[in-house]
């Protein structure tokens, strides 16, 4: 039986990340051309002409703006989940500022797609030791689950300590985390669930770090990249810094050919019915804990 992996996208706008957040002030974001919803529907074309359903991750600024684009993504059979309001990582928040955020990118979803949103991605997976209040936070407002954490040392993020596979982060409540997807081989821990690696490597090398994450460990892969990831044709951001401009810029090409080929390769569904398959896998430790 082969593995069945999470396809996820996060949606956000070309100049909303983290690579230009010293460059770009949060005050023009309005007055920049918009491409979120241009750069969505070529990937929910793709998406269909691959015959996979995702999960859009969806900052609360962009459903605010582009009612019409959540609706298509939810016609379309994908699941909508948040990725907060507008990118604000969790661990420059406190505990009221991310309840605030939190419950106002919901609304903003809940209310141009009228359904219900049950999963959360925190901005460049911003859950790490530093936030111990996020879970309780996301437990009151009913979120079922979260795939915000790396478990990886990274230059921008990372939670090393973190399980690298679904855990409950809460000792009385059933919210569950899926931590992004890691390979280990050769005594060293890498990422394997896209970003800028997937863009920046070879094709061959997310294969392979799949295929062992499904063969070997027997687990599923939690996947995500962004809109922007396929569109070459985007503004250059000239007065970023060089580091910025090459993870950001590097192989937007070959994008949409290697994600192609990903769906071919691979089976995948949506977050929320992976998450219910890790939570089929937790229970029989959790009963017999209980036992
Ligand atoms: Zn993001």
């Not at 910025?244 to 949409?256: E, F, I, P």
């Amino acid at each position: 039986m082969s593995i069945v992996n999470a396809l996820s996208v996060d949606v956000e706008e070309w100049f909303q990340v983290g690579a230009f957040e010293r460059t770009i002030d949060r005050a023009d974001w309005d007055a920049l051309a918009s491409r979120v919803a241009d750069n969505c529907g070529q990937v929910i074309d793709l998406f269909a002409a691959a015959g996979v359903r995702a999960t859009f991750f969806t900052l609360g600024w962009v459903a605010a703006r582009h009612p019409a684009l959540i609706r298509r993504i939810h016609a379309a059979g994908h699941e909508l989940a948040s990725h907060g309001w507008a990118h604000a990582r969790v661990f420059t928040l406190d505990p009221a500022a991310f309840a605030r955020d939190l419950a106002d990118s919901r609304k903003a979803i809940e209310d141009a797609a009228g359904v219900a949103i049950t999963g959360y991605r925190a901005p460049s997976f911003s859950i790490d030791q530093r936030t111990p209040w996020a879970y309780p936070v996301l437990a009151e407002q009913g979120f079922v689950y979260s795939s915000s954490v790396a478990p990886i040392a990274h230059d921008h993020y990372g939670w090393r300590e973190a399980p690298r596979f679904a855990f409950r982060p809460l000792p009385d409540h059933p919210l569950v985390e899926v931590p992004v997807t890691t390979v280990e081989a050769l005594g060293r821990r890498m990422a394997a669930g896209g970003g800028g690696f997937f863009r920046v490597l070879p094709y061959g090398f997310s294969r392979w770090a799949i295929s062992q994450v499904n063969t070997v460990e027997q687990r599923p892969a939690i996947f995500y990249f962004h809109p922007w990831e396929v569109d070459p044709e985007q503004p250059r951001v000239a007065a970023a810094p060089l580091r910025s401009r090459l993870r950001h810029y590097t192989g937007l090409g070959a994008m949409a050919g290697k994600l192609r080929r990903l769906t071919a390769d691979f089976a995948w569904e949506r977050m929320d019915r992976v998450v219910a398959a890790e939570v089929a896998r937790l229970e029989p430790a959790r009963l017999a804990l209980a036992a």
